[in-house]
């Protein structure tokens, strides 16, 4: 017969500890991960299956396997304990925001521009607000959203379906500059074509860190330039660095300009590639300081 009290007996950590073997599929390594030895991972696993009246698990002395019943449990727990963390973690957001406290996610190429002359102006105008800037790269940021591990993200052209309910508000408009050394020939010239820059050795962000590059490079192969990448790096300092001691050219957002790196000169393009930038939020009810945070970000 059903215990209808059965159900009650079972915890959270007892469900962590099955997702993790799950995971594993060896008691060794899973017993390791959660930094504990393997006989109280056993006794765990099997209350939870004593619980629940099923085997969880196929043991033989050369492997561990899922039952049906355990693959099962496995969906279901890892949107449990999913929906578990972030709820903690809203809650946590939500004591921040009482705190006058913000976690801002935030791309490299941001940090020069009006993004921090209006965060600026905000805490002046709110002196008891701090935040935090984190430096995550764009592929990270709507996880950490997800996560609440950051309120607000800062990012560059957003694509809106990559996830439904993340809302975003434009900070500024910006376009794409090409950076050459100081010697070059093209600095003769007052603009430059896509297709002057055929032959160049290009510089470019990260395609693993950015989803911004892959955009930039796509938009070069739709006007017909397939670009020549030497060096892939993860921030535009490092770019420039690269361009200052003549290892070729880099398309960047034009407020890096703002960086004055000796020996590189910024050019403008004959096509325009966007650089815009905006903020992310998570879609739901936003605390008050969130809201006025925002507001004060907003490209008039």
């Given at each position: 017969?059903?215990?209808?009290?059965?159900?009650?007996?079972?915890?959270?950590?007892?469900?962590?500890?099955?997702?993790?073997?799950?995971?594993?599929?060896?008691?060794?390594?899973?017993?390791a991960k959660l930094n504990i030895s393997q006989p109280p991972l056993s006794v765990q696993i099997k209350e939870l299956e004593a619980i629940l009246g099923v085997?969880?698990?196929?043991?033989?002395?050369?492997?561990?396997?899922?039952?049906?019943?355990?693959?099962?449990?496995?969906?279901?727990?890892?949107?449990?304990?999913?929906?578990?963390?972030?709820?903690?973690?809203?809650?946590?957001?939500?004591?921040?925001?009482?705190?006058?406290?913000?976690?801002?996610?935030?791309?490299?190429?941001?940090?020069?521009?009006?993004?921090?002359?209006?965060?600026?102006?905000?805490?002046?105008?709110?002196?008891?607000?701090?935040?935090?800037?984190?430096?995550?790269?764009?592929?990270?940021?709507?996880?950490?959203?997800?996560?609440?591990?950051?309120?607000?993200?800062?990012?560059?052209?957003?694509?809106?379906?990559?996830?439904?309910?993340?809302?975003?508000?434009?900070?500024?408009r910006e376009a794409m500059r090409v950076a050459v050394h100081e010697n070059d020939p093209l600095c003769q010239r007052g603009t430059v074509s896509l297709k002057?820059?055929?032959?160049?050795?290009?510089?470019?962000?990260?395609?693993?860190?950015?989803?911004?590059?892959?955009?930039?490079?796509?938009?070069?192969?739709?006007?017909?330039?397939?670009?020549?990448?030497?060096?892939?790096?993860?921030?535009?300092?490092?770019?420039?660095?690269?361009?200052?001691?003549?290892?070729?050219?880099?398309?960047?957002?034009?407020?890096?300009?703002?960086?004055?790196?000796?020996?590189?000169?910024?050019?403008?393009?004959?096509?325009?590639?966007?650089?815009?930038?905006?903020?992310?939020?998570?879609?739901?009810?936003?605390?008050?300081?969130?809201?006025?945070?925002?507001?004060?970000?907003?490209?008039?």
């Amino acid at each position: 017969m059903l215990d209808p009290q059965a159900n009650s007996r079972v915890r959270l950590r007892m469900l962590r500890y099955f997702q993790i073997l799950a995971d594993e599929l060896h008691f060794g390594r899973a017993a390791a991960k959660l930094n504990i030895s393997q006989p109280p991972l056993s006794v765990q696993i099997k209350e939870l299956e004593a619980i629940l009246g099923v085997e969880l698990f196929e043991r033989s002395s050369r492997k561990v396997a899922l039952t049906h019943a355990g693959k099962v449990l496995k969906t279901e727990v890892d949107r449990l304990l999913s929906a578990t963390e972030q709820s903690l973690n809203y809650v946590r957001q939500i004591g921040r925001s009482q705190k006058q406290h913000i976690n801002i996610g935030v791309i490299g190429s941001a940090m020069w521009g009006p993004l921090l002359t209006r965060m600026k102006a905000f805490r002046e105008a709110n002196p008891d607000v701090n935040w935090t800037l984190h430096e995550v790269g764009q592929q990270e940021q709507i996880e950490a959203l997800r996560a609440r591990t950051i309120d607000i993200a800062i990012n560059r052209n957003v694509i809106p379906h990559v996830e439904s309910r993340i809302r975003c508000q434009l900070i500024a408009r910006e376009a794409m500059r090409v950076a050459v050394h100081e010697n070059d020939p093209l600095c003769q010239r007052g603009t430059v074509s896509l297709k002057d820059l055929a032959d160049r050795a290009f510089i470019s962000l990260s395609f693993t860190h950015s989803d911004f590059a892959r955009q930039v490079y796509d938009h070069c192969l739709e006007r017909g330039v397939s670009p020549l990448i030497t060096h892939q790096v993860f921030e535009p300092q490092t770019a420039l660095a690269l361009v200052s001691t003549g290892n070729g050219v880099s398309l960047l957002p034009e407020s890096c300009a703002l960086i004055h790196w000796p020996g590189v000169v910024f050019l403008k393009l004959d096509e325009t590639i966007p650089a815009d930038l905006y903020a992310l939020w998570y879609d739901e009810p936003l605390p008050t300081l969130f809201t006025h945070f925002l507001q004060a970000l907003r490209d008039e």
